[in-house]
């Protein structure tokens, strides 16, 4: 975060500092697939089916080009909804001070919405905050 006015030696030095690095860098992004394995290891999630739930996850990839961008070449989201149950590890994600603002949804949260695309690791919560 830049907290100060940024001077023409700051840019410089960063140009020079990502020139040196910008080829061995890597994201250090989890895949669809290790997000899930780490959320079904430690949360209870309920799957759901739903066409339509599966719709607004692929959509929300396939009409964002930031997103879109980040499938392999010809492929498709393979979109995977869940709920995030209240029990277990994943009771603190239900609590007042981690849950979205009732003012959002318009009524108290009793659900949290978890999607996941396995095959480009796009993921989407509604309900939590904190998750």
């Known amino acids: 975060m830049i907290t100060q006015k940024v001077t023409p030696k700051m840019l410089a030095e960063w140009k020079k500092i990502y020139e040196q690095y910008k080829n061995i860098l890597v994201p250090n992004r989890k895949s669809g697939?290790?997000?899930?394995?780490?959320?079904?290891?430690?949360d209870s999630l309920t799957e759901?089916?739903?066409?339509?739930?599966?719709?607004?996850?692929?959509?929300?990839?396939?009409?964002?080009?930031?997103?879109?961008?980040?499938?392999?070449d010809g492929q498709q989201p393979i979109p995977k909804a869940f709920y995030l149950e209240d029990i277990g590890n994943g009771h603190k994600f239900y609590t007042p001070e981690h849950q979205d603002s009732s003012d959002l949804w318009g009524d108290e949260i009793t659900k949290?919405?978890?999607?996941?695309?396995?095959?480009?690791?796009?993921?989407?919560v509604e309900g939590s905050t904190m998750l």
């Open 48 to 72: 759901i089916t739903d066409e339509k739930a599966l719709r607004v996850i692929s959509e929300n990839i396939c009409m964002n080009r930031f997103y879109a961008e980040k499938l392999p």
């Open 112 to 124: 949290i919405f978890v999607g996941i695309d396995l095959c480009g690791g796009f993921y989407m």
């Open 33 to 42: 697939a290790e997000l899930l394995h780490y959320l079904q290891s430690n």
